[in-house]
């Protein structure tokens, strides 16, 4: 079965802090992985897409990894802000051209703190 | 720019009520999809469409329906609602133009409480 794990499930750290969150897949075969921000009362907003070939991309101050190997990826935020207080949900897409082949992790609740 | 609107926002219902969610996008998009967000899980899919008149099952459909007569519209409708359907529902749409790149754009949710 497809599974998206996110750790830690909860972090609080003081602004301009800089932070880091994981993301490890059991996705099968991979065909790209998403980062989403999550702002308390709102839909997911997408930060960032990679795929297979592309082992980081950046997006302003966060910056997303990927190991396609140890299928692991992480999301790092440098000199955070208060902004940043959400919830920030792994997403990896299947390769499959019928359905909708997307596994949502769980999210990891970020709070930035003054 | 309205993009995408989904109403209402808080609904509160009996068990056994049918309720309607609406979405509605400007964009022209054509997929649309359903999601539900529980606490300690990730988003589930409910259903989705491809184009109007075009439906499938998502992870957990039991218990839905959905309908599709045009482009921008996409209901869901709870034929008799249980309290395990209480959760937050998240309303999508993309354009897929290659599926490796599609970008998913969310609503902002309905919560809905069964009772």
């Known amino acids: 079965k497809n599974q998206v794990e996110q750790s830690p499930q909860s972090l609080i750290i003081l602004e301009g802090k800089n932070c880091t969150l994981q993301?490890?897949?059991?996705?099968?075969?991979?065909?790209?992985l998403r980062w989403y921000k999550q702002d308390t009362g709102r839909g997911p907003v997408s930060l960032t897409i990679?795929?297979?070939?592309?082992n980081t991309k950046s997006n302003g101050r966060y910056t997303a990894t990927l190991d396609a190997d140890t299928k692991q990826s992480s999301l790092h935020i440098t000199a955070s802000q208060l902004s940043d207080s959400a919830s920030y949900i792994c997403?990896?897409?299947?390769?499959?051209?019928?359905?909708?082949?997307?596994?949502f992790g769980s999210g990891t609740r970020l709070q930035v703190q003054p | 720019d309205a993009g995408i609107t989904q109403s209402p926002r808080y609904k509160i219902t009996e068990t056994g009520r049918q309720v309607t969610l609406m979405c509605h996008q400007t964009?022209?998009?054509?997929?649309m999809f359903w999601y539900r967000q529980d606490l300690g899980h990730g988003l589930r899919l409910i259903y989705y469409?491809?184009?109007?008149?075009?439906?499938d099952k998502g992870e957990v459909p039991d218990g839905y329906v959905v309908s599709r007569s045009k482009t921008e519209n996409f209901p869901l409708t709870l034929e008799s609602a249980t309290r395990s359907q209480t959760s937050v529902y998240f309303c999508?749409?993309?354009?897929?133009?290659?599926?490796?790149?599609?970008?998913?754009?969310f609503g902002s949710g309905t919560q809905l409480s069964v009772l």
């Open positions: 997403v990896v897409r299947a390769m499959d051209t019928g359905r909708r082949a997307l596994t």
């Open positions: 469409s491809a184009a109007a008149d075009i439906t």
């Open positions: 990679m795929t297979f070939s592309e």
């Open positions: 993301c490890n897949y059991t996705v099968s075969p991979f065909s790209n």
């Open positions: 999508a749409s993309s354009e897929v133009r290659h599926a490796t790149n599609e970008k998913l754009f």
């Open positions: 964009w022209s998009h054509s997929y």
